[in-house]
């Protein structure tokens, strides 16, 4: 199973070269893809130190999620279908969607993967799209929401710290399509952000099992 967005083309190959690592009995292959903007592609490179003879096994590619290295789309991937058989597509909010999903498949499922080096895949942004436009205030629901995703993955501190990076980026982006009257609009949202970053990369309280159970309680997350 794959997904391609309604603007975006494939390259001629870009379905066989990924079906053939699903031979190496792996649950999810990844393609590096081009970001194909004002008429120039550019190739985006999968995270360095691996080829497509690794099998990438499941608490790597949990971290590579976690610090933001893999890139959470779906769209540059392909699954196994069972991993959706008890899947229910995050939707809620039209903004970070893809990433919201795949932190559930790896949350229910143990899988490793394989990494298509060569770019089949091209990713292009309307004029209309999220990244386009002023931040709404779903869109920071969204961003906290997928967070709490992320969060279920982590297993220690390093991670947490890795996670609180990744979410300061994503904080930064969403603050560069502000102006001033929505960023004021904003302006709590913005703060309850800031504050969880703060206390994924030095608060003690988030560990273990306990880690999305003591957000809820901090800050009075829904999760």
């Given at each position: 199973?794959?997904?391609?967005?309604?603007?975006?083309?494939?390259?001629?190959?870009?379905?066989?070269?990924?079906?053939?690592?699903?031979?190496?009995?792996?649950?999810?292959?990844?393609?590096?893809?081009?970001?194909?903007?004002?008429?120039?592609?550019?190739?985006?490179?999968?995270?360095?130190?691996?080829?497509?003879?690794?099998?990438?096994?499941?608490?790597?590619?949990?971290?590579?999620?976690?610090?933001?290295?893999?890139?959470?789309?779906?769209?540059?991937?392909?699954?196994?279908?069972?991993?959706?058989?008890?899947?229910?597509?995050?939707?809620?909010?039209?903004?970070?969607?893809?990433?919201?999903?795949?932190?559930?498949?790896?949350?229910?499922?143990?899988?490793?993967?394989?990494?298509?080096?060569?770019?089949?895949?091209?990713?292009?942004?309307?004029?209309?799209?999220?990244?386009?436009?002023?931040?709404?205030?779903?869109?920071?629901?969204?961003?906290?929401?997928?967070?709490?995703?992320?969060?279920?993955?982590?297993?220690?501190?390093?991670?947490?710290?890795?996670?609180?990076?990744?979410?300061?980026?994503?904080?930064?982006?969403?603050?560069?399509?502000?102006?001033?009257?929505?960023?004021?609009?904003?302006?709590?949202?913005?703060?309850?952000?800031?504050?969880?970053?703060?206390?994924?990369?030095?608060?003690?309280?988030?560990?273990g099992r306990n880690i999305l159970e003591d957000a809820s309680k901090i800050y009075k997350l829904k999760?």
């Open positions: 199973m794959t997904f391609v967005d309604g603007d975006d083309f494939l390259e001629s190959d870009h379905l066989y070269r990924m079906q053939e690592l699903f031979t190496r009995n792996v649950q999810m292959v990844v393609t590096a893809y081009f970001e194909d903007f004002r008429r120039k592609a550019v190739a985006v490179k999968l995270p360095s130190g691996y080829t497509s003879d690794d099998i990438i096994p499941d608490k790597t590619l949990r971290s590579l999620l976690i610090s933001g290295e893999l890139k959470g789309f779906l769209w540059n991937k392909m699954f196994r279908s069972e991993l959706f058989a008890e899947c229910k597509l995050h939707n809620t909010f039209n903004f970070m969607e893809d990433v919201r999903e795949i932190a559930n498949i790896l949350a229910r499922n143990e899988i490793c993967a394989s990494f298509q080096m060569v770019p089949t895949y091209h990713y292009r942004q309307r004029s209309g799209s999220s990244v386009n436009k002023i931040s709404s205030t779903t869109e920071y629901v969204a961003l906290q929401e997928t967070m709490l995703e992320l969060i279920k993955l982590c297993e220690n501190r390093d991670q947490l710290r890795l996670l609180s990076r990744q979410y300061q980026r994503l904080l930064m982006f969403e603050l560069s399509k502000e102006n001033k009257d929505s960023y004021f609009k904003h302006l709590s949202s913005i703060q309850q952000q800031i504050n969880i970053i703060y206390c994924l990369a030095s608060d003690s309280r988030l560990h999760r």
